[in-house]
């Protein structure tokens, strides 16, 4: 496609769609990001794709987005063909428009030494778009074929996987052993980032393209794994890494000490599926400390706000990052640097290089109220590795409530056994190329495949799978192959 605007970039800045006043977004649990968008201002952004000849925003996306084709074709107000181009790679495009972290604007030619193109603020523009026009329809197969398929776990990689196995022809059912479809999109992410009728109106399309949910269904529990084998002719497991790290302290066992994921979907009124807030989970008027200084642990700081908390404390064991790259980390590597979190803009307090040692009982209610920490500092010993020296001990932080949000090590439980499918030593599923488990003809996906990662990769894998799965049932695939790997610039998975 060939550009006429390569110097877009010096006429306009860059402007990414706002998010609300921080003030403002905090007193309810509705979307951070600014409804309403202008049409020009998102033009004069396209117009900033400057045409580089070597996109590596494209390098940068782990499933090969093509960027300058939808910013340019943004630029001339061509939105119905900029949405064909973005399905194109990508099932799902409001679930990364909203909320990927954007690893493409990282290595965005400009981004070298000047402000990246707002690819995020595009995607997000051209698929809000896409359902305003009403362009996004079901879209079924012309054919079916007699192949059954199970997908277990309706998460992002799940969801994609059914959606292309679908457009194959082939008959899908979904199992997901929650309520509703989603994954963590629905069960996790808050409501403040994304909204949970932009996934239901995506599972619509989906059920009415052809594909069958079987929700409140766990496989291994409610119907023995073995299923998947004797019903199917082939299976994907897709069913996240949403096992909890663990933090064996002192005080563990206090009442008001919970996992991230057991606080998230309670805490949201879009994913509590209309139950109140157990009175354990409601940050109202409470101190609360929230472990962990990652994506998990910012989603747990800005509910706690939205619940009223008299104060958030976010918790991080490691350094703060450095507010500019440090040496050996320049473009085009994802930068290692600091950035504020969406709720962090909102207030909290955030403390790192703090290693948590005990929650105490002060006043004998069963309840914790106080946390015991050390504050610590880290240097690179003589072997490379890190180290870390206690500066100052028995610090106290008031902590009528504890978030616990640091991290997730692979799939939950094991009810995949009697299946005997090997497992990695991280404990995910083991696949080889194709996707493909020990087990013929059973294959894994997404957070499950790969450990805990992004939407992004999710959807990548949910889409690679399905054309493995395509390929082992009908010897051949027309489905999209995904981006080749294309090199060292392609985001980490972990
Ligand atoms: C709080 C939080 C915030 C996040 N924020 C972001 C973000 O802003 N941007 C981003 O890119 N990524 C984010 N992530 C990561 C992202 O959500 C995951 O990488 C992604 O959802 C993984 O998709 P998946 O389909 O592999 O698994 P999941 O989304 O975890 O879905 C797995 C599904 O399988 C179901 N399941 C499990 N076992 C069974 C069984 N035996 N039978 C039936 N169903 C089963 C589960 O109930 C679940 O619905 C966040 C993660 C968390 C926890």
Redesign the pocket.
Do not use: H
């Given at each position: 496609m060939s550009k006429d605007h390569p110097d877009g970039y010096l006429k306009n800045e860059r402007e990414p769609i706002h998010k609300r006043d921080p003030d403002e977004r905090k007193g309810d649990f509705e979307e951070i990001w600014e409804q309403k968008w202008d049409e020009d201002h998102l033009k004069s952004q396209g117009e900033r794709c400057m045409s580089c000849g070597t996109p590596a925003c494209m390098s940068g996306c782990p499933i090969g987005n093509i960027i300058p084709d939808w910013n340019d074709l943004v630029y001339r107000g061509d939105w119905k063909r900029a949405l064909e181009r973005l399905h194109a790679t990508n099932n799902f495009p409001e679930f990364?428009g909203y909320?990927?972290?954007a690893p493409c604007e990282n290595t965005c030619t400009l981004k070298y030494n000047d402000d990246p193109v707002t690819i995020k603020s595009i995607e997000r523009a051209i698929v809000d778009r896409g359902w305003e026009e009403g362009w996004i329809e079901p879209d079924p197969p012309q054919q079916r074929t007699d192949e059954e398929v199970a997908i277990?776990?309706?998460?992002?990689?799940?969801l994609a996987a059914a959606q292309q196995l679908n457009r194959a022809g082939h008959h899908v059912t979904v199992?997901?052993?929650?309520e509703n479809?989603?994954?963590?999109?629905r069960?996790?992410?808050p409501d403040a980032?994304f909204s949970k009728a932009k996934v239901e109106r995506r599972i619509d399309q989906l059920r009415q393209e052809g594909i069958t949910f079987e929700c409140g269904?766990?496989?291994?529990?409610d119907i023995p794994v073995e299923t998947l084998e004797t019903e199917y002719d082939a299976a994907c497991i897709?069913?996240?890494?949403?096992k909890p790290i663990e933090l064996p302290i002192e005080g563990r066992e206090l009442d008001g000490i919970h996992r991230?994921?057991e606080y998230?979907p309670r805490a949201n009124p879009g994913q509590s599926d209309g139950m109140a807030v157990p009175e354990a989970m409601d940050a109202d008027g409470k101190s609360v400390v929230v472990l962990g200084g990652g994506?998990?642990g910012a989603?747990c700081v800005g509910t706690a706000h939205r619940q009223g908390a008299e104060q958030v404390v976010q918790i991080e064991l490691l350094p703060k990052p450095p507010e500019e790259r440090p040496d050996g980390n320049q473009w085009p590597d994802q930068p290692q640097t600091y950035e504020k979190s969406y709720s962090q803009e909102e207030g909290g307090v955030e403390e790192y290089c703090v290693d948590t040692q005990a929650f105490r009982d002060t006043d004998g209610d069963g309840a914790v109220d106080t946390l015991v920490a050390d504050r610590v500092e880290w240097d690179e010993g003589e072997d490379g590795d890190w180290e870390k020296t206690v500066v100052e001990e028995d610090i106290h932080v008031d902590a009528d409530m504890v978030l616990l949000a640091v991290g997730?090590t692979g799939?939950?439980?094991t009810?995949f056994d009697p299946l005997d499918i090997e497992m990695t030593e991280n404990g995910t599923f083991a696949t080889d190329d194709s996707h493909m488990t020990s087990v013929d003809g059973v294959f894994a996906?997404?957070?499950?495949n790969s450990g805990?990662?992004?939407?992004?990769?999710?959807i990548g894998?949910?889409r690679d799978v399905a054309r493995h799965i395509d390929e082992y049932l009908t010897g051949e695939t027309d489905l999209p192959p995904s981006l080749e790997t294309p090199n060292e610039l392609v985001v980490s998975r972990q």
């Open positions: 990364t909320n990927c972290p277990v776990g309706s998460g992002p990689a799940g199992y997901e052993r929650d479809p989603g994954g963590l999109m069960y996790g992410i980032k269904v766990e496989v291994g529990e897709a069913v996240g890494s949403q991230a994921m998230l994506d998990t989603d997730f799939p939950e439980s009810p996906a997404g957070d499950a805990p990662s992004l939407i992004v990769w999710a894998d949910g």
